[in-house]
Antibody, heavy 118, light 110 residues
Framework: EGQLVESGGGLVQPGGSLRLSCVAS????????MHWVRQAPGRGLEWITS????????AYADSVKGRFTISRDNAKNTLYLHMNSLRTEDAALYFC???????????WGQGTRVTVSS | QSVLTQPPSVSGAPGQRVTIACAGD?????????VHWYQQFPGTAPKLLIY???NRPSGVPDRFSGSRSATSASLVITGLQAEDEADYYC??????????FGGGTKLTVL
């Protein structure tokens, strides 16, 4: 089912920016929609954004709309999450995941932690 | 507030059967979208446990099963084992074509 490896997390001040990356291997990356899901400390899973295989359809949760941008480079088997205007409530473990309507999220990365603090 | 509603916690003794409910509405589960379930241990990524309402990926014990009705779904664990103690999440889609999760249920094995 493949592997996903996230990177790019870290400590950023409120109002700052960060770019997360997710490198895929072991499956045909451009066959699948890809998503980002986050989990704040002690909280549940929160879906935040998705992108179709051909980048033609993007979707965002209201909590990140206008601040976060999802993108992908199929030639590099890489998914990105550009995060701007970060808030303390954006602090979380960010997972990328491979998704299909019929099979759900069958492959997850290990997560990359984002801390937003002054 | 999650779109899908799960009980915050359930518990059971080893060997028992537990059920975790997942309540949706006509805009998500009630539309006919598949329901999927995930198991998550502390500090690790979620793992797909049940897909398409009641199908197990390879390697998932048949002690785990799923079912659905009009606007809800359930995860049933039979023959409860200590290693089943984890958080469980249901997930579906909704009419905005986005993904929705339940708030998660912490399973405690007594």
């Amino acid at each position: 089912e493949g592997q996903l490896v996230e990177s790019g997390g870290g400590l950023v001040q409120p109002g700052g920016s960060l770019r997360l990356s997710c490198v895929a291997s072991g499956f045909t990356f451009d066959d699948y929609a890809m998503h980002w899901v986050r989990q704040a400390p002690g909280r549940g899973l929160e879906w935040i954004t998705s992108i179709t295989w051909n980048t033609h359809a993007l979707a965002y949760a209201d909590s990140v709309k206008g601040r976060f941008t999802i993108s992908r480079d199929n030639a590099k088997n890489t998914l990105y999450l550009h995060m701007n205007s970060l808030r303390t409530e954006d602090a979380a473990l960010y997972f990328c995941a491979k998704y299909s309507l019929s099979y759900g999220f069958d492959t997850w990365g290990q997560g990359t932690r984002v801390t937003v603090s002054s | 507030q999650s779109v899908l509603t799960q009980p915050p916690s359930v518990s059971g003794a080893p060997g028992q059967r537990v059920t975790i409910a997942c309540a949706g509405d006509i805009s998500n589960i009630g539309t006919g979208y598949d329901v999927h379930w995930y198991q998550q241990f502390p500090g690790t990524a979620p793992k797909l446990l049940i897909y398409g309402d009641n199908n197990r990926p390879s390697g998932v014990p048949d002690r785990f099963s799923g079912s659905r009705s009009a606007t809800s779904a359930s995860l049933v664990i039979t023959g409860l084992q200590a290693e089943d103690e984890a958080d469980y999440y249901c997930q579906s889609s909704d009419n905005t074509l986005s993904v929705v999760f339940g708030g998660g249920t912490k399973l405690t094995v007594l």
